[in-house]
């Protein structure tokens, strides 16, 4: 079965660079998520898209931004990197619709490993 | 901000023997609850899953229990497995669906 496709799925960068994480969700899935997961933490969520539009914001940093695309894919902007966003980066993704009374199960890609030197 | 936290950071059982992770939550409005495995190197992989109006689910080989008196979870595997090695975390459904995780328990089979 298909599943949520990230890439890159490691990337090294330096301080001060940007980056751009991609996040290919389940066919008909039309949510994602986005969460980072510090070494030896629990993932946080970063923020989640419906239909192309910001369904929840968490703690994501102002360096960062997102978005969902018409083909429901989505992008992870990093810009002004620290040493702190070293960190593992899931995306997840539901659907099809928004969640209402019953919950959409959130299905995880592989992550993609950030370092930052 | 409201959290959900685990106990213990490590758990360490004998192959075939029964685990219990637990996992304890500070938000009393919290009405749905999930067990998540993450092997190394991937990502959170959904196990079992329990309403605030149940107090226990069973699945295969795994059980959660829910005490909202103490808002207190569990999660029990039966004859633990060395395949089961991994990260347990419970999370909690907020908001437009996103998910609040506690603090991951490593389980280690011990052969």
Redesign the interface.
């Known amino acids: 079965a298909a599943g949520v496709i990230q890439s890159p799925r490691h990337l090294i960068k330096e301080k001060r660079e940007t980056a751009t994480l991609k996040c290919y969700p389940i066919p008909r899935h039309d949510t994602v998520y986005w969460y980072q997961q510090g070494p030896g933490q629990d993932p946080q969520f970063l923020i989640s898209f419906y239909e192309k539009m910001q369904s929840d914001k968490g703690s994501i940093p102002d360096r960062f931004s997102a978005q969902q695309f018409s083909d429901y894919h989505s992008e992870l902007n990093m810009s002004s990197l620290e040493l702190g966003d070293s960190a593992l980066y899931f995306c997840a993704s539901s659907g099809p619709g928004l969640a209402g009374v019953s919950y959409n199960e959130q299905f995880f890609g592989p992550g993609t490993r950030l370092t930052v030197l | 901000g409201e959290s959900v936290g685990l106990h213990l950071p490590t758990l360490s059982v004998q192959e075939g023997d029964n685990s219990i992770i637990n996992c304890a939550y500070s938000n009393s409005a919290s009405d749905?609850f999930i067990w998540y495995k993450q092997e190394s190197?991937?990502?959170?992989?959904?196990i079992i899953?329990i309403r605030s109006n149940m107090d226990k689910r069973q699945g295969q080989r795994v059980t959660v229990l829910l005490n909202k008196t103490v808002k207190h979870l569990s999660l029990q595997i039966a004859a633990t497995q060395p395949g089961d090695s991994a990260v347990y975390?419970c999370a909690e459904?907020q908001?437009?669906?996103?998910?609040?995780?506690?603090?991951?328990t490593r389980l280690t089979i011990n052969p």
């Open positions: 749905y190197g991937k990502g959170p992989q959904f899953d975390f459904v908001g437009a669906q996103k998910l609040v995780f506690g603090q991951g």
